[in-house]
């Protein structure tokens, strides 16, 4: 398919059709539908329907970004596109935006200083494409987290573990009590353990190495087996139904006392913030495992695809500035457990959690580049799937080391 002649055509040819009968309606697409997910969708329209301009058009995609993402490019190219769209940041839209059918935000960007307030400085650089600007990132997520319910530990008489190796040694006890230890689901989970053990045990320096430098020596070394070990102990905490569990029903398990705990991406306490706990009182959160605070970062951008009524492109201008507005950055972070992309809001109603990410994000030593800018769709899958593999049978370690270096080495 040549995305770019069949943009050619369909530009010249085709406009938007009102989603109601007001023609500054603007269908905003995404995947976020869980409870937090929604609740901070809803911060997103009520404060767009409060400029009393335009109106919001939901249009949430059920399941995850895998999912969502390539109806929402049909739909650009058929000709038939939404208003707005969640996309991740990165490169999933580079695509559309090389074929001409993405809004260029450059006027305003400059306008309203976006090179000054968005930091890091490579999320605006993920948006930008020959120079000009097609984006707009609304928030810093990162998978460098695990979540633990204190309750589980304090009714039982346990102390709340502050790193993984004191969970792992209580883990025995909680599983004699009927909790489940470590609550996880479908697949991409899976692999999240291993990919977050391998910051939060192995650090920075191994991360980079394996991930970066493809170092077959760093995938061989102590420090990495230390990482297999970790996940090694993770398999012997999960249920036996974990196999397709959606990640917030994992998150629910935790919050409900059924598991003592998760390792999962900030976006989880979106879910504890629906169900009114409280950060270190209700629940606590382990960046880095409780060893090595770093974060990757990823999240979430906007993007506006072309169309021919002017009313509907000012609309969407309209949306992209209240995106990144103080205001606006404040109250849906704190909804969707993320970090704002501003470096300038006041965030003093931010919980524990939310401040222990701002500290370790002051500090850019901290940030880490995520595994999609290091390594590619086929090697992140492969290593997926050595890590179910490993996760659901007895793998040994030194096979596991075994299968990771030839992974590795094949994507040099």
């Known amino acids: ?17 009102a989603v109601s009968a007001n023609a500054t309606d603007l269908e905003v697409t995404h995947w976020w539908t869980s409870g937090g997910e929604a609740a901070a969708v809803k ?40 208003g707005a769209t969640q996309l991740n940041t990165g490169r999933d839209a580079e695509e559309l935006v090389k074929a001409g059918l993405m809004t260029d ?7 309203e200083h976006w090179k000054d307030i968005i930091r890091p400085a490579k999320l605006l650089d993920a948006c930008t494409y020959q120079g000009h600007i097609y984006c707009i990132p609304v928030n ?14 304090e009714d039982n008489g346990m102390k709340v573990p502050a790193n993984w190796d004191e969970f792992a040694a209580e883990a025995p006890k909680l599983k004699d009590k009927g909790i489940v230890p470590l609550a996880t689901g479908a697949p991409w989970q899976v692999d999240g353990i291993r990919s977050v053990m391998q910051v939060g ?26 990482v297999w070990t970790a996940f090694g102990q993770a398999r012997e905490m999960v249920d036996d139904s974990y196999s397709g569990r959606d990640w917030n029903m994992a998150t629910n398990m935790v919050i409900e006392g059924k598991a003592a705990g998760q390792i999962m991406g900030d976006w989880a306490q979106g879910e504890f913030g629906v169900a009114k706990k409280v950060a ?10 409780g060893f090595h605070a770093l974060l990757d970062t ?16 000012k609309a969407q201008l309209e949306l992209a500035s209240m995106l990144l507005s103080k205001e606006t950055q404040v109250k849906f972070n704190l909804a969707k457990g993320s970090l704002p992309v501003r470096g300038d809001v006041d965030l003093t109603a931010a919980n524990a959690c939310m401040k222990k990410g701002l500290e370790i994000l002051a500090t850019p030593e901290n940030v880490l580049p995520g595994a999609t800018q290091l390594l590619t769709p086929d090697t992140i899958g492969q290593l997926q799937d050595l890590s179910l593999q490993f996760f659901s049978s007895k793998m040994s370690v030194d096979d596991a080391i075994d299968k990771q270096a030839a992974i590795i080495k094949q994507a040099q």
């Open 1 to 17: 398919m040549n995305i770019r002649l069949m943009a050619a055509a369909m530009l010249a040819s085709v406009a938007i059709s």
């Open 43 to 82: 911060v997103l329209a009520d404060q767009y329907n409060a400029l009393g301009n335009n109106k919001w058009v939901d249009g949430a995609i059920a399941g995850a970004g895998s999912t969502a993402t390539p109806l929402i490019v049909t739909r650009i190219l058929g000709g038939n596109p939404m």
């Open 105 to 111: 935000l450059t006027e305003l960007a400059e306008k």
């Open 140 to 153: 810093i997520h990162s998978w460098q987290w695990m979540w633990v319910n204190r309750h589980v530990f």
């Open 201 to 226: 045990i192995g650090g920075k320096d191994l991360y980079l190495a394996i991930n970066q430098k493809k170092s077959d020596e760093a995938v061989r070394s102590a420090d990495n087996r230390k």
């Open 280 to 289: 270190g009182k209700d629940y606590d959160c382990l960046p880095g495992l």
């Open 298 to 313: 990823g999240g979430d951008s906007f993007y506006f695809p072309k169309n021919s009524n002017p009313d509907i492109s």
